[in-house]
């Protein structure tokens, strides 16, 4: 699969990247001010083995206190390194280098921990049609930067937000009084959005498969009703399958033939990944 690894656009992760500066430096660095501002060099480590994601947000950070910091990168956004790799090395002045240490860590930690998570979960389905998709359960403003990270991992993205997709569910449905008037009202006020209709009863899956839509999210079925709801939809229309999902359960959920697996822990359980930045030059 090739994956989109275009960042967001430069705006956002300037807006992302000066909100973090000015909660970690306010008035001022205080520390770094006892220090000497010469030029110095630095390496960046990475202690555990991961999928690198966040090197715009990293740069940003840098260059927006040293706009001549010299930054070379010696891995690839998405590429799978192990522990002990030094992922880049810096040339710039030292104050700045230290004041931007933290904040650029954070990010760096933070989307590569979703990169490698989702990783693996890419690689539980492997050899599977099923395709591994994000959630909306991001970090608040972070959204762009975590869904940049999943594609990073080999992941897809489901909608950005409430914008960008129609997704009727259960209290959709039942306002709109059955599945066929809320189909058929989404398509009437947003014809050129996505429509994905979630299901609870193989019923409601053959309502919906007659009206039509995008996507069908199979919502809480066993493996009996989830293989069943494959073989009555044969690729006619892609199903998802969300909640309830974890490595453990990952790839027998794929190997039931669905077609999309969307996960929230991919985004909300972030285990950061261990880095950290050195002055002096990097070990040989």
Sequence with gaps: MNRDLSPPPADVIA????????????????????????????Y?????????????????????????????????EGERV????????????SRALVSAERTSLNFMQTLSGTATATAA???????TRAKILDTRKTLPGLRLAQKYAVRCGGGGNHRIGL??????????????????????SARTAQPDLPLIVEVETLVQLEEVLAVGCDRILIDDF???????????ANGRIPLEVSGGVDLGTLRGIAEDGVDCISIGGLTKHVHAIDLSMKLGPAPR
Excluded: Y
């Design 163 to 184: 914008f960008d997709a129609v997704m009727l569910k259960e209290n959709h449905v039942r306002a709109a009084g059955s599945i066929d008037a809320a189909v058929r």
């Design 44 to 76: 960046l480590l990475c202690k555990e083995n991961a999928v690198i994601a966040g090197r715009p947000w990293f740069d940003a950070c840098h260059r927006a206190l040293d706009p001549d910091v010299v930054i070379e990168w010696r891995v690839a």
């Design 82 to 93: 192990q522990a002990g790799t030094v992922l880049a090395t810096l040339a710039g002045r």
């Design 222 to 232: 066993d493996a009996v009703a989830r293989r069943e709801a494959v073989r009555i």
């Design 121 to 127: 979960h890419v690689e539980a389905v492997r050899g």
């Design 15 to 42: 807006s992302d990247v000066a909100r973090a500066l000015a909660e970690d430096l306010g008035s001022g660095d205080v520390t770094a001010a006892l220090l000497p501002d010469t030029a110095d060099i630095a």
